[in-house]
């Protein structure tokens, strides 16, 4: 049994093994490239692992602390393709920390183990583990530059991310006290067992909701708690960036779709109280981070706020689920579908700005002024990727909407999808700008900006699922729909 | 935040956020908090009145005042300090912490399997082998580079 236990495990665990060698590989090796080499094959061998798990019936392991299921082990796959692009895409980068390749490959490395065990976790107490395992290494991360902006960029990331798990802790806290349980299928059962009138009289149960929808809100980046986004990711190195806008953001929905749909979607008028919640929450967040970032001038803050409009969206299919109380898959795989589509977008499009700034030493949108003659392809690139992220076809963001707010307006939701689509009206504006720049305006100098083989492939890849998505979306569709069938039944 | 976990916890086990208090119509959770009350306003009172104690006893005159310099210390035992207070500590000091914390954890954990270990039987020993062998790896990376030597 435990050997079985283990064998579910192997995607974690090789990916563990690696990291740790890669610490160790660089205390005894000069020739640094092969800690590429080493942490590129420990994500290909562990992402060889997940996928030889695929079309497993789910499987509750270590006593019902994770569960092995399809749903966890796309997330898995989405963290390793993540990490993998973004391990591709620091080579350009690396020059600016040259001294501590190991520690930065093994820490992206150990966030990922940390994001892959928290799609999986079935158990409040390894949702917090799990999570505080990504954070940590995500807070040295970010602070990795060491000048001041980075500094102050990890230690603003690490006091608010302190302050959102104590949230966290409090909301499961309330929780387990009025339920006894941690494990997500036994406070369902335990919820469903109370007559309404009870839960309706206890508000610990609602501020614990409450609180835990604020703990993952951090995560996720969705208003109010978004504060940090733009410093950190103005100040964080761009392949942290990248990281922290891909994958610390899909690791988050992961989370709070499971807890959600299985803890607090146990009776339909609670499910549909959080499903308001969260169609509120949305409807700001998406407002926010649009109107804000209209009057960004540096691309990264302008990202950064991009991505919280993002997660806006997201948070609309998350509504959506709720409002739908079970009856109805499409919300849910229709977040998945927009979270893969996203990954590869927003991906693509910090890539391209690793390549470009790496070259100006600027993050100013102004300095990408004719870029189209300076880097043709890395401006190809860059425009695929912001047609995408505005929702325009061919693209994935296209198909990603649609999937999502078609599962909105059939669930009620006819006021937020409005919103939502005004919403990406506004974003065309300053995406859009930035593609004005790049292909209008002339050159400030002639230069070539210069970029590595590994930086094209993990572009190229990018571009390549980008149009992949969205043009042929039904096989991936497909795979989000095996990945929530495990929903279905609870 | 641990302490909210022990109230939570210490509150549940005392039946006050227990779920039978949440049947329709219960007041039982208002008369617990009814309880808490009275403790805090017995508390505040319990304060005032120590503070007025020496007050009252001085003003009468009962309490004498022979103040003197070992009287009014604001030690009243251990070494007397030397020189400024405000010392700067090496920060190599942390290194020491940190690596003495995770050692530490280790031999904390190897107790317990230690005393079970033939009950845990092998898997008890590759689980154990596997956790030394991922401190290690610390272990020599701090060494490595350096972080034990005091230059």
């Not at chain 2, 302490?3 to 049947?23: K, M, T, V, Y």
Request: proline share 3%; hydrophobic share 55%.
């Amino acid at each position: 049994m435990i050997l079985k236990e283990l064998q579910l495990l192997t995607p974690e665990l090789s990916l563990l093994v690696f990291a740790l060698l890669v610490i160790m590989l660089d205390l005894f090796i000069k020739q640094k490239k092969v800690l590429v080499v080493v942490s590129i094959a420990g994500i290909l061998v562990s992402a060889g692992f997940t996928l030889s798990l695929w079309g497993i019936h789910a499987t509750d392991i270590l006593y019902a602390m994770l569960s092995v299921d399809q749903y966890a082990l796309l997330f898995k796959l989405i963290f390793l393709v993540a990490a993998g692009l973004v391990i591709l895409a620091s080579q350009d980068y690396i020059s600016k920390f040259a001294q501590f390749q190991s520690e930065y490959y093994a820490l992206v490395l150990i966030s990922a183990l940390g994001m892959m065990l928290m799609a999986a976790a079935q158990d409040l107490i390894a949702v917090y583990v799990s999570l505080e395992l990504s954070s940590i290494s995500l807070y040295v991360l970010a602070s990795f530059l060491k000048d001041q902006k980075s500094t102050e960029a990890g230690l603003k990331y690490l006091l608010l991310g302190a302050v959102s798990s104590a949230v966290l802790l409090y909301g499961m806290a309330l929780v387990f006290g009025l339920t006894g349980h941690t494990c997500m299928p036994c406070i369902a059962d335990s919820l469903k067992g109370m007559p309404i009138s009870n839960i309706m009289q206890s508000p610990a149960l609602l501020m614990g909701l409450i609180l835990i929808v604020a703990g993952f809100g951090f995560k996720i980046a969705s208003v109010p708690f978004q504060m940090w986004v733009p410093d950190v990711y103005e100040g964080a190195p761009t392949p942290v960036t990248a990281y922290l806008s891909v994958a610390s953001k899909a690791a988050g929905f992961a989370v709070i779709l499971r807890v959600l749909f299985v803890v607090f979607g146990a009776t339909a008028w609670l499910s549909q109280d959080w499903g308001l919640l969260i169609a509120v929450l949305s409807a700001i967040t998406m407002m926010v981070g649009n109107v804000v970032a209209l009057s960004q001038s540096n691309i990264k803050r302008m990202f950064g706020y991009s991505s919280i409009a993002q997660a806006g969206y997201l948070m609309v299919g998350l509504a959506a689920v709720g409002m739908a109380a079970g009856s109805d898959a499409l919300g849910r795989s229709g977040l998945l579908f927009f979270l893969m589509s996203y990954t590869f977008t927003n991906l693509g499009a910090f890539i391209a700005i690793i390549a470009i700034s790496n070259k100006l030493n600027s993050d100013q949108i102004e300095d990408y002024t004719g870029m189209s003659k300076r880097a043709p392809l890395l401006a190809i690139a860059l425009t695929l990727c912001l047609v995408s992220l505005t929702g325009l076809p061919p693209t994935a963001g296209l198909i990603a909407k649609i999937y999502i707010f078609n599962g909105a307006v059939n669930h009620g939701l006819l006021w937020l999808v409005i919103i939502a689509v005004i919403n990406s009206v506004i974003s065309a504006f300053y995406y859009f700008r930035i593609v004005k720049v790049m292909w209008m305006g002339a050159p400030a100098s002639e230069e070539k900006v210069p970029s590595t083989w590994a930086l094209r492939v993990a572009l190229s890849l990018c571009c390549l699922f980008v149009l992949l998505l969205g043009v042929l979306p039904a096989g991936f569709m497909g795979i989000a729909q095996a990945a929530v069938k495990i929903f279905t039944g609870s | 935040m641990p302490s909210d976990i022990f109230a939570c916890f210490f509150f549940f086990r005392h039946g006050i956020l227990s779920p039978q208090h949440f049947e329709p119509g219960a007041f039982t959770v208002l008369a617990d908090y009814g309880y808490v009350g009275i403790l805090l306003v017995a508390a505040i009172l319990f304060t005032i009145l120590l503070l007025l104690i020496p007050l009252t006893l001085s003003l009468l005159g009962v309490v004498p005042r022979k103040s003197n310099p070992v009287k009014t210390s604001t030690y009243e035992c251990g070494l007397e300090t030397i020189g400024k207070t405000w010392v700067q500590f090496n920060f190599r000091y942390y290194l020491f912490a940190i690596l003495f914390v995770a050692l530490d954890v280790l031999t904390i954990f190897l107790y317990p399997w230690a005393v079970n270990l033939r009950g845990l039987g092998l898997f008890g020993f590759i689980a154990m082998v596997a956790f030394f062998i991922i401190l290690l790896v610390g272990y020599v990376y701090a060494w490595r580079k350096g972080a034990l030597e005091w230059k």
